[in-house]
């Protein structure tokens, strides 16, 4: 079973509409959460992390569900500039006294027509 | 102030050869994660430095090693490639004392053929 499941997509919508993105996650012990954008063919940049009491930057809102294990994503008013490549991503601690590692999901695609 | 960089940019082998990718992070990061991104797929995680150490390791086989220097500066090798290795490599790095958030170079492209 996959550590993040995400629906592949592709997201074909107008401009102007708003669009939501869901992923699972299967780790308990997953401890922090984060939305990343991919342009094609270039490197993942975060789009912005995930809290428990949801959060909001601009038209983009992303909510955590600890309980269910489930994170969303929220594009409202989309542009042309919003088409991308959308990925889930969960960090689950290191043992001892390493760094989390990242578990990606493998990414909506989405497209924001004229 | 420089980000995360990666070299080469491409890179084209041959089944069996052997080839060194090169990262360095972002200035005042001293952790460098690699993964290995399959078209189609999401950024798989290679493995993770730390004090010129690894410190995590995915599920990947033992072809691929790597290397941290003193400067945290760290390099990915692959041995005896074979045409699934084609994939986007990419370079993370991240403070020792951080959220969880990294950042990413822009990759290396490898094929194999």
């Known amino acids: 079973r996959k550590e993040v499941e995400q629906d592949p997509g592709p997201f074909n919508v107008p401009e102007g509409a708003t669009v939501a993105f869901n992923c699972t996650y299967s780790?308990?012990?997953?401890?922090?959460f984060f939305w990343y954008r991919q342009d094609c063919r270039k490197e993942p940049k975060l789009l912005m992390s995930?809290?428990?009491s949801g959060n909001e930057d601009g038209r983009f809102t992303a909510q955590l569900n600890r309980a269910s294990q489930y994170i969303s994503l929220l594009i409202r008013d989309s542009k042309l500039s919003d088409s991308a490549t959308y990925l889930c991503?969960?960090?689950?601690?290191?043992?001892?006294?390493?760094?989390?590692?990242?578990?990606f999901g493998r990414g909506t695609q989405l497209t924001v027509w004229p | 102030d420089a980000g995360v960089t990666q070299s080469p940019t491409h890179l084209i082998k041959t089944r069996g050869q052997q080839v060194t990718l090169r990262c360095s992070p972002k200035?005042?990061?001293?952790?460098v994660s690699w993964y290995q991104q399959a078209l189609g797929q999401g950024p798989q995680f290679i493995f993770q430095?730390?004090?010129?150490?690894?410190?995590q390791r995915g599920n990947f086989p033992d072809r691929f090693s790597g290397h941290q220097f003193p400067n945290y500066s760290s390099e990915l090798n692959v041995n005896a490639l074979l045409l699934g290795d084609s994939a986007l490599y990419l370079c993370?790095?991240?403070?020792?004392?951080?959220?969880?958030?990294?950042?990413f170079g822009p990759g290396t492209r490898l094929t194999v053929l």
């Open positions: 993370a790095s991240s403070p020792r004392a951080s959220s969880g958030e990294q950042f």
């Open positions: 780790n308990s012990a997953s401890q922090s």
């Open positions: 995930v809290y428990s």
């Open positions: 991503v969960v960090m689950i601690p290191g043992r001892g006294s390493t760094l989390g590692r990242l578990y």
């Open positions: 200035s005042g990061h001293d952790t």
């Open positions: 430095y730390y004090e010129e150490e690894e410190r």
